[in-house]
């Protein structure tokens, strides 16, 4: 199987992430993942910008185009990528299947900042019978989804409850961890906001929430992006504790054993259990549950339903603010 790609922007997580690095041993873009999966063919790409256009096509040897129409009306992609700013997600989705019938379509998170647009979105996809995923990559990384195997097994037992760091905006980074909370823990049933925060950028709400999933209660803070990145989950076990650090790029497991100095009392492990993370090539597992999606077989990509479901969840918190 070999699946033709177009890539419709070349920003930092379509092509720039990777520039100045060993693209072999990291892979964080799109441009880079399906140049190298054996099962993509990487046809074209698509910027406004005509400096990205030169570097890709330096960079990848395949053509780079100004406009979409002019890319579709040369190439026939299977899969098309959108890393677009959010709000041109749907008018790309739009031109996109105005002008071509591709299999499935990968589109960045968040859909849209407006719930009817993204709602069209899903629908519209559906009613072309095109596949819609969303690039939720924590979900495709294998330290993750271990995460996941060990909660639904008990492995991890309930009951669980944590904290979720995240900056840079609810929507645009939150939306991430909240994702990977329905992911590991199953919708949300209810929410409280304990403070209103911030708008990041003047648009981006920063709430303080406590929010109650279907197997665990997480409390989402925000930091301050302006002063460091900070991306980290600490969740609390019946049996252990689980500490997701630095975006995931360490996972950490700590099981709960009786106190060797002190009768009667448990205390955690002070030798943690690495559980191996893939994040350093997180956007080669996207492409790899890709390829499982595209071949019939189980896929644990976020899919456009589940994202619109992680859309409502946070917009219903961002409207008790």
């Not at 100045?20 to 140049?35: G, K, L, M, P, W």
């Not at 859909?111 to 969303?134: F, H, I, N, P, W």
Request: proline share 4%; glycine share 8%.
């Amino acid at each position: 199987m070999s699946v033709g790609v177009l890539l419709v922007g070349l920003g930092q997580i379509g092509m720039g992430y990777d520039l100045d690095i060993d693209r072999e041993a990291q892979v964080y873009t799109h441009a880079n993942a399906f140049s190298r999966h054996p099962q993509f063919n990487l046809m074209a790409a698509v910027d406004q910008e005509e400096q990205r256009r030169q570097i890709f096509v330096q960079t990848y040897q395949c053509p780079a185009y100004a406009d979409i129409d002019a890319a579709l009306r040369n190439h026939q992609p299977d899969l098309v990528v959108i890393a677009v700013p959010t709000q041109l997600h749907n008018e790309i989705l739009r031109r996109v299947l105005r002008k071509s019938s591709p299999k499935v379509v990968l589109c960045e998170k968040p859909l849209s900042y407006d719930m009817a647009e993204a709602r069209d979105m899903v629908q519209t996809c559906a009613a072309k019978g095109v596949g819609l995923y969303v690039n939720y990559m924590r979900r495709s990384d294998p330290g993750s989804i271990e995460i996941k195997h060990r909660i639904d097994t008990g492995e991890i037992g309930a009951p669980l409850k944590g904290v979720v760091w995240y900056s840079k905006g609810f929507l645009h980074n939150g939306s991430h961890f909240f994702n990977l909370m329905e992911y590991w823990l199953g919708p949300m049933l209810t929410a409280e906001v304990l403070a209103s925060g911030r708008l990041w950028d003047g648009v981006d709400p920063e709430p303080d929430v406590r929010v109650i999933f279907t197997k665990g209660t997480m409390v989402f803070l925000a930091a301050w992006e302006e002063a460091y990145s900070h991306y980290t989950v600490e969740m609390l076990a019946s049996n252990g504790r689980l500490r997701y650090e630095q975006g995931g790029e360490i996972i950490h497991w700590q099981t709960a054993q009786p106190d060797q100095n002190f009768a009667d009392y448990t205390v955690l492990s002070a030798q943690p259990q690495n559980i191996a993370s893939g994040m350093d090539r997180y956007q080669w597992h996207v492409a790899e549950q890709l390829a499982a999606a595209l071949g019939g077989r189980n896929s644990h990509l976020c899919s456009g339903a589940q994202a619109l479901a992680t859309l409502e969840a946070m917009q219903t918190i961002i409207g008790m603010r």
